[in-house]
């Protein structure tokens, strides 16, 4: 009898059951962007247009062309810093994130369309290998490297490659052609450029960048700066144009004390979302100076905000980019990927520091030439600040938004570094070409330098130098027999600091830059009051 039954109501029961479905169904279709109960599979009118070109155009196009151009015009209607990504520059933006890469370790530059090593990472793939500095490599796998037909920026992608993958490569080596097998590695992208003491009390260190390695590069240095004495510490974040968020909240973390806000996010898909102080930090009660300019831009803000309105650090420079918009990046199907704006970022006591770009993108950007040209970058009282909302810090100093952050003092910009000439010098490579071919020339005379800090107070440019560096500007098409005394002295700095970068790298480097940097000497007056 209870069998009979079943079999009664077994059809309803199914027929409920797929009607359930079905509604779960059209629910789930709903939540979809574009998708309705009643959903029309219309083509939208940018895909309507394409699929046009494509059947009737008159002649064969390019879709992909088509397609990034398309979706480019779109962006720009939105703001400066939503952007597309082709597939092809996807992974090397993924890389500048991550901070690291998969490749052989060397640093190259060509001469005389020759691929020079001018550097081997210690303990890289090509330091195992048996690579040295000063070697030149004619070929790598199936690909010439070297003459006057290479184009040298399809050069790193040939040395790149998957992990534990082999490359052959052919070099010269004081005359003598060998052949050095070399297996790819990891290979580390730093944002920590140096950390070392500028005296016996204080500590600097530059950051370039934050990556996803940056705290972990940064908390080893500031632990190794404490245990050599430092009580004050400078930190540099001139042309720091930002990068991972979190990373810069973690940093500031170590200098402010209690749960204090740091900073927080918020977009119209996007609910508030606060970043706050969890622990104790390592760097809570030093003096603190941070060097900023108007390459300072994104996470370094939010870092430099977090600070200043907290009366945590004293900023010396420049007033910064004004970036105050973040991004997340989302895939495509063809590999490509959208780095679309979700949100804004806010300082603790509410102040947005993103400044207008309602004239588009161009006139956006062409604001940070428009500095110098307005003599905001050499004097102080020509600095613009908006002034339409005052804020004040918890001391009570008062603080701009809409247009970077300023700060408490000002560094006026080394005008003798913007000429022509110079711009040519690194364009071309020259100044660092000239670093390594001097030290190759002097590799005997320069080994009594053990020291960065012995290299920078005892090393000095002498005539030869001069007239060699004046030999191999003039084979890149550079005159520089008509620069003026101030340009000289300028160039001479940089030439020396081009040495001590091929004896020992960015530490030296750095060293040699810093000396005499006004910044530098405003911050350790400030260090020391």
């Given at each position: 009898?209870?069998?009979?039954?079943?079999?009664?109501?077994?059809?309803?029961?199914?027929?409920?059951?797929?009607?359930?479905?079905?509604?779960?169904?059209?629910?789930?279709?709903?939540?979809?962007?574009?998708?309705?109960?009643?959903?029309?599979?219309?083509?939208?009118?940018?895909?309507?247009?394409?699929?046009?070109?494509?059947?009737?155009?008159?002649d064969a196009i390019d879709n992909k062309t088509i397609t990034d151009t398309a979706i480019q015009a779109i962006l720009s209607k939105l703001d400066p810093h939503s952007v597309y990504i082709p597939a092809a520059d996807v992974a090397q933006t993924n890389e500048e994130i991550k901070g690291s890469f998969y490749g052989v370790g060397i640093e190259y530059s060509f001469l005389n369309d020759t691929l020079n090593v001018t550097n081997v990472l210690k303990d890289g793939p090509s330091a195992k290998a048996g690579i040295l500095i000063g070697d030149k490599i004619i070929k790598a796998g199936d690909s010439t490297v070297?003459?006057?037909?290479?184009?040298?920026?399809?050069?790193?992608?040939?040395?790149?490659?998957?992990?534990?993958?082999?490359?052959?490569?052919?070099?010269?080596?004081?005359?003598?052609?060998?052949?050095?097998?070399?297996?790819?590695?990891?290979?580390?992208?730093?944002?920590?450029?140096?950390?070392?003491?500028?005296?016996?009390?204080?500590?600097?260190?530059?950051?370039?960048?934050?990556?996803?390695?940056?705290?972990?590069?940064?908390?080893?240095?500031?632990?190794?700066?404490?245990?050599?004495?430092?009580?004050?510490?400078?930190?540099?974040?001139?042309?720091?144009?930002?990068?991972?968020?979190?990373?810069a909240t973690e940093i500031a973390d170590e200098f402010i004390e209690g749960d204090k806000l740091i900073t927080y996010t918020e977009g119209l898909h996007a609910p508030k979302k606060e970043f706050r102080c969890r622990r104790q930090g390592q760097f809570e009660q030093g003096k603190l100076i941070v060097l900023a300019d108007e390459g300072t831009a994104?996470?370094?803000?939010?870092?430099?905000?977090?600070?200043?309105?907290?009366?945590?650090?004293?900023?010396?420079?420049?007033?910064?980019?004004?970036?105050?918009?973040?991004?997340?990046?989302?895939?495509?199907?063809?590999?490509?990927?959208?780095?679309?704006?979700?949100?804004?970022?806010?300082?603790?006591?509410?102040?947005?520091?993103?400044?207008?770009?309602?004239?588009?993108?161009?006139?956006?950007?062409?604001?940070?030439?428009?500095?110098?040209?307005?003599?905001?970058?050499?004097?102080?009282?020509?600095?613009?600040?908006?002034?339409?909302?005052?804020?004040?810090?918890?001391?009570?100093?008062?603080?701009?938004?809409?247009?970077?952050?300023?700060?408490?003092?000002?560094?006026?910009?080394?005008?003798?570094?913007?000429?022509?000439?110079?711009?040519?010098?690194?364009?071309?490579?020259?100044?660092?070409?000239?670093?390594?071919?001097?030290?190759?020339?002097?590799?005997?005379?320069?080994?009594?330098?053990?020291?960065?800090?012995?290299?920078?107070?005892?090393?000095?440019?002498?005539?030869?130098?001069?007239?060699?560096?004046?030999?191999?500007?003039?084979?890149?098409?550079?005159?520089?027999?008509?620069?003026?005394?101030?340009?000289?002295?300028?160039?001479?700095?940089?030439?020396?600091?081009?040495?001590?970068?091929?004896?020992?790298?960015?530490?030296?480097?750095?060293?040699?830059?810093?000396?005499?940097?006004?910044?530098?000497?405003?911050?350790?007056?400030?260090?020391?009051?």
């Amino acid at each position: 009898m209870s069998n009979k039954k079943f079999q009664i109501w077994l059809p309803l029961l199914l027929s409920v059951v797929m009607i359930v479905g079905m509604f779960m169904g059209y629910k789930m279709r709903d939540a979809m962007p574009g998708k309705s109960f009643f959903y029309n599979a219309k083509p939208n009118t940018i895909q309507e247009v394409v699929d046009l070109i494509n059947s009737r155009y008159v002649d064969a196009i390019d879709n992909k062309t088509i397609t990034d151009t398309a979706i480019q015009a779109i962006l720009s209607k939105l703001d400066p810093h939503s952007v597309y990504i082709p597939a092809a520059d996807v992974a090397q933006t993924n890389e500048e994130i991550k901070g690291s890469f998969y490749g052989v370790g060397i640093e190259y530059s060509f001469l005389n369309d020759t691929l020079n090593v001018t550097n081997v990472l210690k303990d890289g793939p090509s330091a195992k290998a048996g690579i040295l500095i000063g070697d030149k490599i004619i070929k790598a796998g199936d690909s010439t490297v070297s003459g006057k037909k290479v184009k040298q920026e399809n050069v790193r992608s040939i040395f790149r490659g998957a992990k534990d993958t082999d490359i052959k490569v052919a070099i010269l080596r004081n005359g003598s052609l060998q052949n050095i097998t070399i297996t790819r590695g990891l290979v580390p992208i730093y944002s920590l450029d140096v950390a070392y003491m500028l005296d016996s009390t204080t500590g600097f260190i530059r950051l370039n960048k934050f990556s996803t390695q940056t705290y972990r590069e940064f908390m080893t240095s500031i632990l190794s700066l404490k245990q050599k004495g430092m009580k004050s510490l400078v930190l540099d974040l001139r042309g720091n144009g930002g990068g991972v968020l979190e990373e810069a909240t973690e940093i500031a973390d170590e200098f402010i004390e209690g749960d204090k806000l740091i900073t927080y996010t918020e977009g119209l898909h996007a609910p508030k979302k606060e970043f706050r102080c969890r622990r104790q930090g390592q760097f809570e009660q030093g003096k603190l100076i941070v060097l900023a300019d108007e390459g300072t831009a994104s996470a370094s803000e939010v870092l430099l905000g977090a600070l200043q309105d907290w009366d945590r650090a004293t900023i010396v420079g420049r007033r910064t980019f004004g970036k105050g918009l973040v991004q997340e990046q989302f895939n495509l199907n063809n590999n490509a990927a959208l780095r679309l704006t979700i949100a804004r970022y806010y300082t603790p006591i509410g102040r947005s520091i993103q400044r207008p770009y309602n004239n588009g993108s161009k006139q956006y950007y062409a604001a940070i030439t428009n500095r110098m040209n307005d003599g905001e970058m050499v004097s102080a009282d020509s600095v613009k600040n908006d002034t339409t909302k005052v804020y004040k810090s918890k001391a009570g100093k008062k603080l701009y938004g809409n247009g970077g952050i300023t700060p408490d003092y000002f560094v006026a910009a080394d005008t003798s570094k913007i000429s022509a000439t110079f711009a040519s010098l690194y364009q071309k490579g020259t100044l660092s070409n000239f670093g390594y071919a001097y030290y190759q020339q002097q590799k005997a005379n320069l080994a009594q330098y053990k020291t960065a800090n012995d290299f920078v107070s005892r090393f000095n440019v002498n005539e030869n130098a001069w007239q060699y560096f004046e030999t191999l500007a003039k084979t890149d098409s550079i005159a520089i027999s008509s620069i003026s005394t101030t340009e000289k002295v300028f160039l001479e700095k940089s030439l020396k600091a081009a040495i001590a970068r091929q004896l020992f790298r960015l530490d030296g480097y750095f060293q040699v830059q810093n000396k005499d940097d006004q910044f530098i000497i405003k911050a350790l007056q400030i260090a020391h009051q």
